[in-house]
Each structure stands twice: as structure tokens, then as C-alpha cells.
């Protein structure tokens, strides 16, 4: 496991001019909404496996700093929807090309087999998880 971590601690220090200042849980509701679009809180918190109240939390956070917006319904007042906003979208997108690039870089001198290795327990890995 202590490689796990080596390799943790060389990406985040390779990674750290995309230094995005946003907790675990806030990039995750980022990456969802990306993924997905617009989404009412209920519907983040099951994604995300989190309760409400604390989804609530995380996306006043990300509201006050401009990442995400709340939108009622025009139909029932009540819904609200959440949505990403551009800004957040450009920052997800050079914080992920960074990435790619450092994953690239690191693992540009391993052979093919290796990376075909790698593919595989990482698959592996996954799928386990279900």
C-alpha cells in the first residue's frame, strides 16, 4: 500500500498548478453535474451517497464561489435544480487536461505489455466494486 500512497503524493505534487482549492466532495458534485447536466439536490445526494443536508452544504460553498447556480422551476417553485456554470465547466476541463497529461508523462516509459497489465487490474479493481 505504501506505493499507492507514493504514487498518490507524485500526482498530487505534479497536478498542483491546477490547484483547484475545492474538497473531494465538492469536486465530485462538479464532475456529476458535468456529467449529467442539471440536477435536482435529491437526485446529487443518491449519486453522490451523501444526505441532502449535506449536499445543501457543499452546494452553498460552491454557489458562493461561483462554481455551480440554483435554478427554480418554472413549473413547481418548489424543485430547485442545480447547474454548473461555465466557469466551472472551463476550470473542470484544464484541471482534467492537466491531469491527462501528468498520467501521460508518468506513464509514457512503461511498455505496452505493462500498460496492457495495468489496464487489466485496474478493470479488475473496478469491476469488484460493482
Known amino acids: ?8 503524493r507524485i500526482m498530487h505534487g505534479r497536478v498542483k498548478p491546477v490547484h483547484l482549492d475545492l474538497s473531494m466532495a465538492q469536486i465530485t458534485v462538479l464532475r456529476l453535474l458535468a456529467e449529467m447536466g442539471p440536477m435536482r439536490v435529491t437526485d446529487l445526494a443518491r449519486e453522490i451517497g451523501l444526505s441532502a443536508s449535506s449536499v445543501t452544504g457543499l452546494i452553498d460553498r460552491l454557489e458562493a464561489e461561483g462554481h455551480i447556480e440554483r435554478r427554480r422551476s418554472q413549473e413547481d417553485r418548489r424543485e430547485v435544480t442545480v447547474v454548473l456554470t461555465d466557469a466551472a465547466r472551463h476550470m473542470l476541463e484544464v ?3 492537466a491531469i491527462v497529461a501528468e498520467v501521460e508523462r508518468l ?10 497489465t495495468i489496464t487489466r487490474l485496474i478493470a479488475k ?3 469488484s466494486e460493482g
Open 1 to 8: 500500500m505504501s506505493q499507492v500512497r507514493r504514487l498518490n
Open 125 to 127: 479493481l473496478v469491476d
Open 107 to 116: 506513464f509514457a516509459p512503461l511498455h505496452d505489455g505493462d500498460l496492457e
Open 95 to 97: 484541471a482534467n487536461a
